[in-house]
Nanobody, 119 residues
Framework: QVQLVESGGGLVQAGGSLRLSCAAS????????MAWFRQAPGREREFVAA????????DYLASVQGRFTINRDNAKNTVYLQMNSLKPEDTAVYSC????????????WGQGTQVTVSS
């Protein structure tokens, strides 16, 4: 069983930056494809970014392309989401997920971390 724990959320002004971390337990992290999702109040959960098990492939939601970067450190069992040029519409609970297939379905989910961007 893999457990995922996110950290790094908080309150930031528009234009600012945050780096989210997702720490995984268990020996299988380096075999998992990982992703970040977000859910704003009253909205459906949406895909934000994904990274393959090796880090060789990434994919992004169009609206965050060029502002957000996903990367991973398999030695530390951690995946990151660097978020720059944040906008109020990026406000959401961000969750990480891991799975055995590229782009899903995802088998493991974290609890999420709140990101709030003020205007």
């Amino acid at each position: 069983q893999v457990q995922l724990v996110e950290s790094g959320g908080g309150l930031v002004q528009a234009g600012g930056s945050l780096r989210l971390s997702c720490a995984a337990s268990g020996p299988t992290f380096s075999s998992l494809h990982m992703a970040w999702f977000r859910q704003a109040p009253g909205r459906e959960r949406e895909f934000v970014a994904a990274i393959s098990w090796s880090g060789g492939s990434t994919d992004y939601l169009a609206s965050v392309q060029g502002r957000f970067t996903i990367n991973r450190d398999n030695a530390k069992n951690t995946v990151y989401l660097q978020m720059n040029s944040l906008k109020p519409e990026d406000t959401a609970v961000y969750s990480c997920a891991g799975g055995w297939r590229w782009k899903g379905p995802y088998n493991y989910w974290g609890q999420g971390t709140q990101v709030t961007v003020s205007s």
